[in-house]
């Protein structure tokens, strides 16, 4: 096709140049144009192989980066009572410019087959491993903030081969693992639009193109958002959804404990007293103002570790000590996929989305559904409210 547009375009150009008539103009910019169209349009359904390679020079300059951090002060004994500790911050920063080995990283998650496709306007990075099992059936995982695909990267070989993990054939899964626009490796949009709806039409529009018409869904945290969406929409397509992010309201009103047990009472009161406006402060300056954020976050490594880590010691299930559920490598390798890729800000403009072009609220959502509830969770819901 580019073979006939160069030369379409060449033969035109030598017949105008003496017949410069306004309508031969007209025709030839008609004749370029649709066999540009038709050629974008091939461009845009085409997935392309994608290897993670970053390029040795932004490495390096993360490292200048990481040896001119100036720390602030912080007053005696606070802990992490004003946020982000400072003594584990340096200690964390000193292993990331001394020990970590982003090449160990990248060939982790190089194992899996990657891909980048166009869709509606943005190229969208996946993971797309198929199982070797016949019978396997696709799942589509999707991913929230402050984590990446990359989070899943333990869980797609129990997945695609579950008889090598002690499981049944039966079990096996292709898996699909997209990075939400924005996100990772796929485009962070240029402009406004790309937000739940938008996205799970993307991620359905993946699934076709990939050749599947039955598929599950799975997803946490805005990917919950974004895969129940995705059973709303593309209810014919969607087996079944699975969510690690609860999202429910009382049948009564009126009445919001009826049904409950006291301990699950309990537990809900407490869990309500961790979401306090306090814990949620990130996503007031996420969805009131991103871009002022990034400024800082996009700039300087210790700023963005000190963000997102933060909030991975808060949520888990860790008493306090992030690194009894994720190694200082996964740390480090979800903090330098957002600073190679220069996403946080696009990140976080997603919960700005959510807040100023809002999606209207998911009708009920009529697929089989489960729900994985945490004690420890952010948020606890009982089956009464299913």
Not at 131 to 151: K, V
Not at 200 to 210: D, E, H, P, Y
Not at 302 to 327: M, Q
Request: net charge negative; hydrophobic share 35%; aromatic share 10%.
């Amino acid at each position: 096709m580019r073979l006939i547009i160069s030369l379409t375009i060449g033969f035109l150009m030598i017949v105008g140049a003496g017949l410069p008539t306004p309508g031969l103009v007209s025709s030839t910019q008609v004749i370029i144009t649709a066999f540009a169209s038709e050629n974008q349009g091939l461009a845009d359904l085409q997935i392309e192989p994608f290897t993670i390679d970053l390029p040795e020079a932004a490495l390096e300059d993360l490292q200048e980066r990481l040896a001119r951090t100036r720390m602030p002060d912080e007053p005696n004994g606070v802990g992490w009572m004003l946020g982000m500790n400072q003594a584990y911050l340096r200690q964390l920063l000193d292993y990331w410019q001394h020990d970590f080995d982003w090449r160990v990283q990248e060939r982790r998650l190089n194992q899996f087959e990657q891909f980048k496709t166009r869709i509606d306007g943005v190229d969208i990075h996946f993971i797309h491993q198929r199982s070797t099992e016949p019978d396997a059936f696709p799942l589509i995982l999707t991913h929230g903030w402050p984590g990446s695909f990359a989070e899943f990267s333990k869980v797609i070989g129990p997945l695609t081969d579950p008889i090598k993990y002690g499981g049944r054939a039966e079990d096996a899964f292709h898996v699909v693992v997209p990075s939400i626009p924005g996100y990772g490796f796929s485009d962070r949009p240029r402009e406004f639009g790309y937000g739940r709806e938008r996205t799970a039409t993307i991620f359905g529009q993946l699934m076709s193109r990939l050749g599947y018409d039955q598929y599950g869904a799975q997803g946490g945290d805005l990917g919950a958002g974004i895969s129940r969406q995705l059973a709303i929409d593309y209810f014919d397509h969607v087996a079944g959804l699975h969510l690690n992010l609860c999202s429910a309201g009382p049948p009564d009103p009126e009445n919001p404990n009826e049904g409950l047990t006291a301990d699950e009472i309990a537990l809900m009161d407490e869990r309500a007293a961790f979401w306090t406006e306090e814990e949620r402060g990130y996503s007031h300056m996420h969805g009131t103002q991103p871009q002022t954020l990034g400024y800082g976050l996009n700039d300087s490594p210790a700023g963005l570790a000190a963000w997102i880590v933060e909030k991975y010691r808060s949520w888990c299930d860790c008493e306090g000590n992030p690194e009894t559920k994720f190694s200082k490598d996964e740390l480090l390798m979800t903090l330098t996929i957002y600073w190679v890729t220069q996403t946080v800000t696009s990140a976080a403009r997603y919960y700005y989305e959510g807040r100023h072009n809002p999606t209207p609220e998911p009708n009920r959502v009529e697929v089989p559904t489960a729900c994985a509830a945490f004690s420890e969770g952010v948020s606890v819901y009982s089956t009464a409210m299913a």
